[in-house]
């Protein structure tokens, strides 16, 4: 059974740093597209970055040059590290993967950039 389990939100200042993780389990790790989604109050969720099996990356505009995604296959764990936070990300952020064609969801960590 396929379980995303992302932890590492909180509360920070604007300009603050967080690094987010994504536990992951009951699938191939090392071989799967992992990728970090967000959702902000009243808006869709959106692509921040994704990595390959190979450690390619691929990042969104929004949050470019200020995100850094990476992955340790031995610990099956994606981490999204984020810097210089704004308020605009302030929103619940999302590991997914795709299985077999299969688009599965973590449960979110809430992320808020506030003074």
């Known amino acids: 059974q396929v379980h995303l389990v992302e932890s590492g939100g909180g509360l920070v200042q604007p300009g603050g740093s967080l690094r987010l993780s994504c536990a992951a389990s009951g699938f191939s790790f090392s071989s799967a597209v992992m990728t970090w989604y967000r959702q902000a109050p009243g808006k869709e969720r959106e692509l921040v970055a994704g990595i390959g099996g190979g450690g390619r990356t691929n990042y969104a505009d929004s949050m470019k040059g200020r995100v850094t995604i990476s992955r340790d296959n031995a610990e099956n764990t994606v981490y999204l590290q984020m810097n210089s936070l704004k308020p605009e990300d302030t929103a619940v952020y999302y590991c997914?993967?795709?299985?077999?064609?299969?688009?599965?969801w973590g449960q979110g960590t809430q992320v808020t950039v506030s003074s």
């Open positions: 997914k993967t795709w299985i077999a064609g299969i688009q599965y």
